[in-house]
């Protein structure tokens, strides 16, 4: 929980600064990402959390994501389009997709979009290790990387 080196409090505050460590610490306890020993030492559970079993967890999480999207396509639209500053976005579109594959589908991008956001994860902190203090000084922007799956359009219906 606390300690002159690595700490649940330490890596709250660099995380997450805005956000009491007890308060996060309460909310990761209560959706089953962490758990708490008796020796106050605290075990991750899960890589990544799961937001739709907590509805107001979802609406957060979903808000969230639509921002940042929507972020995305106006930061594009609104720069040059050289393309040399835009945001990575690309979609895979198949107009006219097997539905029974889909179960497949939905598998497939369950664990390799899992391994793909993971992966940039692990980048993204091997990146900030040990520039906590120091990004927030010199600046630091929020990233998001986003995986989705989109089924049918409602257009059509």
């Not at 720069?79 to 497949?104: C, E």
Request: glycine letters at 6%.
């Amino acid at each position: 929980m606390r300690g002159p080196t690595k700490s649940f409090y330490g890596l709250s505050r660099d995380s997450a600064p805005n956000l009491e460590p007890e308060t996060l610490l309460t909310e990761l306890r209560r959706v089953g990402a962490v758990t708490l020993d008796n020796k106050r030492f605290v075990h991750v559970r899960m890589r990544s959390l799961p937001v739709y079993k907590d509805n107001r967890l979802a609406i957060q999480h979903t808000l969230m994501s639509l921002h940042s999207f929507i972020t995305t396509l106006r930061h594009n639209l609104d720069s040059d389009p050289s393309n040399s500053d835009q945001l990575f976005h690309r979609v895979a579109w198949n107009g006219a997709f097997d539905r029974k594959l889909i179960p497949m589908l939905k598998i497939k991008l369950k664990r390799q979009g899992q391994d793909f956001l993971e992966s940039f994860d692990n980048w993204m902190m091997r990146k900030n290790e040990g520039r906590g203090k120091k990004m927030r000084q010199s600046g630091s922007e929020p990233v998001f990387i986003g995986v989705y799956l989109a089924i049918g359009d409602t257009r059509k219906r």
